[in-house]
């Protein structure tokens, strides 16, 4: 047995990761799952009726696998681009709140932000936020975020040339992927002060919405819960 000693004065014992190395590792798992992912959507959009050439440009452009889905959903149940657009903003209007919580994160240049904005998505966020210091948080942000865009526009591309062959992807599970991913990012948020109490709120708040409104208003509706906690925490200073 032998160490590496770091400049910090610490030491890596064989067998065991740096935080460095867990939040490539990490990054990478997260970024090969919404890859599978994206196969699926872009199977489901060039079966709704878009090109490879235009599944991969709302891939690239957009970025939000959420809104994407809901967009093609709607063109596929006949609906026009107008009337398939205003969901899936609503559900993308969710990434704003994220970079509204990422600003020890983001860079101050506008430049480099406007690049950032790109990669503000809820893998990037929930894995920055995991993270105890800013330099942590910044590498965690970046390394999921580009893991995740290079990956999901790589499956989208698989998917839309694979056309209909796949088949519904619902038979093969991969609309279970996203959901699970993100609970396993949340996970460490709940040792925060009230993050429980929020947590279940937020659950609440979107199980009594889900079957009387649209999707994606139960979602945001949910932060809602956060109020309380907050306050809470500003009055004990």
């Known amino acids: 047995m032998f160490a590496v000693a770091c400049p910090s004065g610490s030491a890596i014992m064989p067998g065991r990761m740096s935080a460095p190395d867990r939040i490539v590792r990490d990054a990478a798992s997260i970024g090969l799952a919404t890859g599978v992912y994206a196969v699926s959507f872009g199977v489901l959009a060039v079966a709704a009726g878009l090109s490879v050439a235009q599944t991969c440009a709302l891939s690239l452009l957009t970025f939000t696998g959420a809104s994407q889905f809901t967009f093609v959903s709607v063109v596929a149940a006949g609906g026009s681009v107008a009337s398939a657009f205003p969901p899936a903003l609503l559900l993308a209007a969710r990434n704003g709140i994220y970079a509204l919580s990422l600003k020890q994160v983001l860079p101050r240049s506008r430049v480099r932000q ?18 105890p210091t800013p330099e942590r948080k910044r ?27 796949l088949g519904d ?12 991913v993100f609970l396993a990012l949340l996970a460490p948020q709940l040792r925060r002060d009230g993050a429980v109490g929020a947590a279940i709120g937020g659950a609440a708040l979107a199980v009594v919405l889900l079957p009387l409104t649209p999707a994606g208003v139960p979602v945001m509706v949910a932060v809602l819960a956060a109020i309380p906690a907050l306050a809470s925490r500003r009055a004990r200073g």
Request: hydrophobic content about 55%.
């Open 139 to 165: 590498r965690a942000f970046l390394a999921t975020g580009v893991s995740v865009f290079v990956l999901w526009n790589l499956g989208t591309l698989i998917g839309a040339a694979a056309g209909e062959g």
């Open 169 to 180: 992807p619902k038979d093969l599970g991969l609309d279970a992927i996203f959901p699970a």
């Open 114 to 131: 406007a690049l950032d904005a790109q990669l503000v998505i809820d893998e990037s966020t929930a894995m920055a936020h995991a993270q």
